[in-house]
T-cell receptor, first 111, second 114 residues
Framework: EDQVTQSPEALRLQEGESSSLNCSYT??????LFWYRQDPGKGPEFLFT???AGEEKEKERLKATLTKKESFLHITAPKPEDSATYLC????????????FGKGTKLTVNP | DAGVIQSPRHEVTEMGQEVTLRCKPI?????LFWYRQTMMRGLELLIY????????DSGMPEDRFSAKMPNASFSTLKIQPSEPRDSAVYFC????????????FGPGTRLTVL
């Protein structure tokens, strides 16, 4: 069965303290790895899609990378407004749009 | 664009009652998804439609749950009868389909079954 594991479950950083979130997956035939951000009381907000090992994407202070077994979301010099839960999800079947989500990493950035 | 619209935003009901959740996808999107989010199980896909046709309902927990998409701009998720273990946040998402597979989520409906 497809499995998506995110670590750590929770992370506290000081403003400006860079770090990385991990998403490891066991999927045969990955067709896409997705990162979302979720604020309390809101729906997940799309950040990135990665399709092949070695691919990288950036948006402001966030950079997502992908290997054959895991993805990292690097946060450089975070600000308090980066506090949120970050979810990753994988898509396996080329004929299916089904996504399997990890349970997320709750990030808190203190000023 | 208004994004995905869900109603109601909050629903409190008693065990045994029928609950209907509603979703309006982004205009022009071909696929619609219903998810459930709980602390224990995270975000799980219940069912998804493509061009109004149910494609994968393997995540629907049991016969008490049913979903319909009568047209491209409206979908419902119904629970009858509801049970306390159905308490969760239910999200609807839509995607353009084709080569663009990004899913855009609505704000969710928080369901509490007493």
């Amino acid at each position: 069965e497809d499995q998506v594991t995110q670590s750590p479950e929770a992370l506290r950083l000081q403003e400006g303290e860079s770090s990385s979130l991990n998403c490891s997956y066991t999927v045969s035939g990955l067709r896409g790895l997705f990162w979302y951000r979720q604020d309390p009381g809101k729906g997940p907000e799309f950040l990135f899609t990665l399709y092949s090992a070695g691919e990288e994407k950036e948006k402001e202070r966030l950079k997502a990378t992908l290997t054959k077994k895991e993805s990292f979301l690097h946060i450089t010099a975070p600000k308090p407004e980066d506090s949120a839960t970050y979810l990753c999800a994988v898509r396996r079947d080329p004929g299916s749009e089904k996504l399997v989500f990890g349970k997320g990493t709750k990030l808190t950035v203190n000023p | 664009d208004a994004g995905v619209i869900q109603s109601p935003r909050h629903e409190v009901t008693e065990m045994g009652q029928e609950v209907t959740l509603r979703c309006k996808p982004i205009s022009g999107h071909n696929s619609l998804f219903w998810y459930r989010q709980t602390m224990m199980r995270g975000l799980e896909l219940l069912i998804y439609f493509n061009n109004n046709v149910p494609i994968d309902d393997s995540g629907m927990p049991e016969d008490r749950f049913s979903a319909k998409m009568p047209n491209a701009s409206f979908s419902t998720l119904k629970i009858q009868p509801s049970e306390p273990r159905d308490s969760a946040v239910y999200f609807c998402a839509s995607s353009p389909g084709g080569n663009t597979d990004t899913q855009y989520f609505g704000p969710g409906t928080r369901l509490t079954v007493l």
